[in-house]
């Protein structure tokens, strides 16, 4: 009766509902059906991935459709090797960030099909997407990418998107 | 327009991976009543509370603030929680100091805390999001990569950021409020360590601790007054800047970031910063991983891009090595890391500096620190420039 009670676990339990809005409705549209999709600046010309309707540089809507390639480069990585709660893929796993051809907007992907020891920056990469009875609207639909046995793309092509 | 202010009283707990004895209502309590008895005060002189903290996810106690409020004396006083990710202990201290500055009030406590033992910071931090890959591993892997591109463009050597990780431990033996304290750190044991998010060994990383910090902003009458009751000089603030930028745009350099910059030459423009490497006596700056000693370097403006690895090869940013602009005195973030306050840590420590009251950490005649913090993907900054002389 007389310790302190110093921890009680309490677990909690979260489920939300995303509205994912008119323009990642679009990108997830995309990949509902196995395609990336890019949105255009139309005053600074950038494409945006995974765009969230708007240039953050410009504030302008970003209206224009670009259909991007299944190609990309990475541009810089990680090696993740930690281990936590709720994770679902098997550690070490490379984590990297990947610009896809035409793109002005790098993002997070999983890269596989290659020794962790082999991966680098400028590697060139191609989607490899879930089973077509598998493709949903949701960045799920990609397993991974993997290299395209392409040479390494210059620094210089990708130095601004690391 | 802007009244003089100054730090005036300074309270942290001693920063640790479990404080099972106090709730975080008893913890940052611990911290406020330090402070207040630093500057001669008791709840009772208070005229307003600044709280600040990182994700509500992290504990899962949503607006904290609410709860704290009887413990932190601030009932039937204003009541302002501040939250800008990492960096939100010092952008708690510049909204405390901005109430001060303004001339709204005399004396506001400010405090900011994370009790990690209560939370799993890892996890809120790895959510996964329907429209993008459930990749990201805490806050880690996602600086990893930004930190390699610093590697590649800089051309630094491999070990840059274990000397770091060692210099930063070997400040904190000097302080006993720093959460790690290991007497045989090495290089050799930074290498040895295990490699969590290549290139990040895990002595490269903060550590996860419970802890709080408070401080007290005083008017320049306030601080008379503390400086006649107690004998302790004040800490003036001589200049404060907060910058956001957005998380994601085309060409956005995560390495160097804009808003760093911007937030820098705002700072240095008001405090009369010409040359910071030789204006400064000392700095504490937001350092979660090894290598972003270096990239804040060039960031801040100490060195010429593409230099910052120079500095800390050389040795100029160790207290140990007698270095000209020692930084981190205090252990820094990889020795302490309790998310809400290691930013207001940062700022505290440049005011324990300036006061002269940093005992074994004390840089020899310090008159002049920056404090530095940074958060979210490195989109929130915020400094300032504290001085034993006064603006």
């Not at chain 1, 020891?117 to 493709?135: C, F, N, T």
């Not at chain 2, 033992?117 to 600086?143: E, I, K, N, R």
């Not at chain 2, 602009?325 to 324990?352: D, Q």
Request: overall charge negative; aromatic content about 8%; some cysteine.
């Amino acid at each position: 009766m007389t310790e302190p009670v110093t921890m009680m676990a309490a677990t909690t339990r979260l489920d939300y509902v995303f509205t994912a809005g008119v323009a990642q409705s679009k990108n997830l549209h995309g990949l509902e059906e196995g395609k990336f999709i890019g949105q255009r600046c139309p005053k600074c010309k950038k494409v945006y991935t995974l765009s969230r309707g708007s240039c953050p540089v410009d504030g302008l809507p970003t209206d224009e459709i670009v259909e991007l390639p299944n190609t990309g480069t990475v541009t810089t990585y990680c090696v993740v090797n930690v281990p936590f709660a709720g994770q679902s893929i098997e550690i070490p796993y490379i984590c990297a960030q990947i610009l896809l051809d035409g793109a002005n907007l790098s993002f997070m992907g999983l890269i596989q099909e290659i020794p962790i020891d082999q991966i680098r920056m400028g590697l060139r990469v191609e989607a490899v997407w879930v089973e077509p009875d598998e493709l949903g609207p949701t960045m799920a639909s990609v397993k991974y990418f993997r290299p395209s046995g392409e040479p390494d793309a210059e620094f210089d092509s990708y130095k601004e998107y690391l | 327009m802007s009244e003089r202010c100054a730090v005036i009283g300074i309270g942290q707990t001693v920063a640790k991976s479990k404080r099972e004895d106090v709730s975080i209502a008893g913890l940052v309590r611990e911290a406020a009543v330090m402070a207040l008895e630093d500057a001669g005060l008791s709840f009772a002189d208070i005229d307003a509370v600044v709280v600040g903290k990182a994700p509500d996810m992290f504990e899962g106690v949503m607006m904290p603030e609410l709860y704290l409020a009887a413990a932190l004396g601030a009932v039937g006083k204003p009541m302002f929680r501040v939250h800008t990710a990492g960096s939100v202990g010092g952008s708690t201290a510049i909204v405390a100091a901005h109430l001060v500055a303004s001339g709204i009030h005399q004396r506001v406590l400010t405090v900011a805390f994370e009790k990690q033992s209560d939370s799993d910071a890892m996890w809120a931090l790895s959510v996964p999001q329907p429209f993008s890959s459930p990749l990201l591993a805490g806050a880690g892997g996602y600086f990893a990569p930004i930190i390699r591109a610093y590697m590649h463009r800089s051309g630094a050597p491999r070990d840059t950021g274990m000397k770091v990780a060692v210099k930063d431990r070997l400040h904190a033996l000097k302080n006993p409020y720093a959460h790690l304290h290991l007497p045989d750190i090495s290089l050799k044991m930074v290498e040895d360590s295990i490699m969590l998010w290549d290139p990040l060994h895990y002595l490269e990383a903060c550590p996860s601790s419970d802890g709080a910090a408070a401080m007290i902003i005083g008017s320049e009458k306030a601080a008379a007054q503390a400086t006649s009751d107690t004998g302790r000089p004040p800490a003036w603030i001589h200049g404060m800047a907060m910058r956001s930028e957005p998380t994601m745009f085309a060409g956005r350099d995560q390495v160097n970031p804009q808003a760093g910059r911007d937030c820098a030459a705002d700072l240095y423009r008001q405090a009369g910063i010409s040359d910071p490497r030789a204006d400064f006596d000392m700095a504490e700056v937001y350092v979660p991983f090894s290598w972003y000693e270096p990239m804040w370097l060039e960031n801040l403006g100490f060195c010429a891009e593409g230099d910052g690895w120079k500095l800390t090869e050389a040795g100029a940013t160790s207290m140990i090595e007698g270095g000209d602009i020692p930084w981190n005195c205090s252990g820094g973030v990889l020795s302490s890391n309790p998310i809400g306050a290691s930013g207001m840590l940062r700022f505290l420590e440049t005011a324990l500096q300036v006061r002269g009251m940093a005992g074994e950490h004390q840089v020899a005649d310090a008159r002049r620190a920056l404090g530095q913090a940074y958060g979210g993907g490195s989109q929130f900054f915020a400094m300032w420039v504290v001085a034993a002389d006064k603006p």
